[in-house]
């Protein structure tokens, strides 16, 4: 007979909570010092508002989610009896997050300083498009957290992760790559220790999380080869930004920002519908683990986390860590995500974490966001089938369109009024190449998963699913959702559309239905079993 369950109340804390914590906590600086470092260094957003107003309520949105998590493993510890329950860690999504940053409030700014506003006045606009950004897909989760299970029947794998995968191997990994070769010496050893901890898994001379180790030795390495004259031209000590306690509290700041979130609604709905998806990869990878949360729940806790974080200020979505059985291997169980949640939650209340995240340098910040994109765009072929695997390629591809956009769209390459009127010119051999370029970036993340979609269901076989998938993407391109016309990605009304813009929105639209027609006359054919 089973003996019943120990009432013996679980330990708050751990001597593996110690590892947890610092792991937790380094992975959720760096990301706020990326987002900091493209935002006001890349873009020239205000760092009063970027340390003032956005990271307030980005971290309570942190504090709440882990606060959540905390309690929920003891719940369950409690109810099995168990003292080896390890809580769900939780912290601010790496893709979702340094892409809002790169593809959504970075070029919103730099729009709203074209549209006449001054810095504060466009970084304000900024912050309240962030904040309404983050309202839209706490809503979209938690509408989808019910949904959970029936996202990941229609969608195939190669799909969702295959779309994610391209933005990371590109925006995560191509881009940080390039700032951290900026600073070769320090961006070197920061990157190939952090390779040697985390992919080589080589042993070190002291007991200190491998992460830690990496951002200490490449922040002493830039600071004492600045100091001492021998760092990259420009070496310069950073002047912090003087900041008062901030209580984020809510309100109705992020209604102005709702009109703004309309042309990057092709990102921002991906976004949160592939935090519904990790949400459930991750409740099952602890499941397998040995600690039984309830998908449901684990979901509605990341929804209630990035709503409130919006409706508070925050401009970077929360999400459960994939690396639950890890930080349990450290011998973490609930102390390490309670520890980080008030760190990270009350620190960036009283500034202490916007006075940390300052003295961080891109050059270290960037490794870290390079491995974090190696691993997803590994992990989009190792989960998937391998039939599949072209499919995961395939959705790669939008993503280096969008990526070369970015670069294409700097005026220190091409001058404003050339990439203004690309859609003026016309091609002596098809459409012209850089407004093609432009088109198959705008909303290249539904694209990814849209085209791994129906690849996936050719090679299975389905070919009338196949050619409705095209027939979606037709539409779908007609309104501007994927390969929008306009530079911003806006969408539009098809017949809003005038001279080579509707030319190209129309023969887009065309393409895809017409190749659609194809399968479905293929699949009239009597088909060979495989």
Same mark, same amino acid.
């Given at each position: ?23 937790? +906590? +380094? ?8 987002? %900091?470092?493209?935002?006001v260094g890349i873009f020239g957003v205000p760092a009063e508002i970027v340390f003032g107003r956005m990271f307030p309520g980005t971290a309570l949105g942190v504090l709440l989610g882990n606060l959540a998590y905390t309690w929920m493993a003891r719940r369950l ?7 080896? =329950? ?30 006449? /506003? ?6 304000? %606009? ?27 029947? =229609?969608l195939p794998r190669a799909a969702l992760l295959g779309s994610i995968g391209g933005a990371a191997l590109t925006l995560l990994g191509f881009l940080p790559l390039v700032e951290l070769l900026r600073n070769p010496v320090v961006g070197m050893v920061t990157f @190939? ?5 985390? =992919? ?12 830690? /180790? ?7 390495? *830039? *600071? ?6 021998? @760092? ?8 912090? =930004? ?20 309309v042309p990057y609604l092709p990102l921002l709905l991906p976004f949160g519908l592939l935090m519904v998806v990790g949400g459930i990869n991750v409740s099952e990878s602890a499941r397998a683990a040995g600690d039984d949360y309830r998908t449901r729940d684990v979901? !509605? ?43 990270? $939650? ?9 006075? !940390? ?13 390079? *491995? ?29 369109? *969008?990526?070369?956009?970015?670069? !294409? ?10 990439? %203004? ?8 051999? $098809? ?18 998963? /849209? ?26 391109? /007609? ?5 929008? +016309? ?45």
């Amino acid at each position: 007979m089973t003996p019943p369950p120990s009432r013996t109340a679980p330990r708050w804390f751990v001597a593996g909570d110690l590892n947890g914590f610092f792991g937790l +906590v +380094v992975d959720n600086l760096s990301i706020l010092g990326f987002i %900091a470092m493209a935002l006001v260094g890349i873009f020239g957003v205000p760092a009063e508002i970027v340390f003032g107003r956005m990271f307030p309520g980005t971290a309570l949105g942190v504090l709440l989610g882990n606060l959540a998590y905390t309690w929920m493993a003891r719940r369950l510890a409690a109810r099995t009896g168990r003292d080896d =329950v390890t809580a769900m860690p939780l912290g601010l999504d790496a893709p979702t997050s340094i892409g809002m940053a790169l593809l959504v409030l970075g070029p919103a700014f730099l729009a709203f300083r074209a549209d006449g /506003l001054d810095a504060e006045a466009a970084g304000i %606009a900024t912050w309240q498009l962030g904040m309404a950004s983050l309202v839209v897909m706490g809503v979209l989760k938690t509408v989808l957290s019910f949904a959970g299970d029936w996202i990941t029947r =229609v969608l195939p794998r190669a799909a969702l992760l295959g779309s994610i995968g391209g933005a990371a191997l590109t925006l995560l990994g191509f881009l940080p790559l390039v700032e951290l070769l900026r600073n070769p010496v320090v961006g070197m050893v920061t990157f @190939g220790l952090l390779l040697y901890v985390l =992919v080589a898994r080589g042993s070190l001379p002291v007991r200190i999380p491998g992460v830690l /180790l990496a951002f200490l030795v490449g922040t002493a390495l *830039y *600071y004492g080869l600045g100091l001492a004259g021998l @760092g990259v031209p420009g070496f310069a000590l950073p002047e912090p =930004v003087r900041l008062s306690p901030q209580l984020p509290l809510p309100g109705l700041g992020f209604i102005d920002g709702l009109p703004a979130t309309v042309p990057y609604l092709p990102l921002l709905l991906p976004f949160g519908l592939l935090m519904v998806v990790g949400g459930i990869n991750v409740s099952e990878s602890a499941r397998a683990a040995g600690d039984d949360y309830r998908t449901r729940d684990v979901l !509605l806790v990341e929804a209630f986390s990035t709503l409130a974080a919006g409706l508070c200020g925050g401009v970077a979505q929360t999400t459960p860590y994939i690396g639950q059985p890890a930080y349990k291997q450290m011998g973490a169980r609930s102390g390490y995500t309670l520890l980080t949640g008030l760190f990270v $939650g009350i620190g960036g209340m009283l500034g202490v974490v916007a006075g !940390l995240v300052q003295w961080l340098p891109l050059a270290v910040l960037a490794p870290i966001i390079v *491995y974090v994109g190696i691993g997803i765009t590994v992990q989009a072929f190792e989960a998937t089938p391998a039939r599949h695997a072209p499919a995961v390629v395939l959705a790669f591809l939008p993503s280096l369109a *969008y990526l070369l956009g970015i670069k !294409l769209g700097n005026p220190d390459w091409i001058s404003p009024e050339h990439f %203004a009127a690309l859609y003026a010119q016309t091609g002596a051999h $098809g459409l012209p190449e850089l407004a093609v370029l432009v088109t198959l970036g705008n909303g290249f993340i539904i694209t990814a998963m /849209l085209w791994a979609t129906a690849l996936v269901a050719m090679v299975e076989g389905r070919l009338r699913a196949a050619a409705g998938v095209l027939l979606l993407c037709a539409g779908l391109s /007609l309104v501007g959702v994927v390969h929008s +016309v306009d530079p911003r990605g806006g969408v539009y009304l098809p017949w809003s559309l005038d001279g080579l813009r509707a030319v190209i929105a129309w023969q887009f639209a065309g393409g895809y239905a017409a190749l659609a027609a194809l399968l479905g006359l293929l699949s009239l054919q009597r088909m060979r079993p495989r």
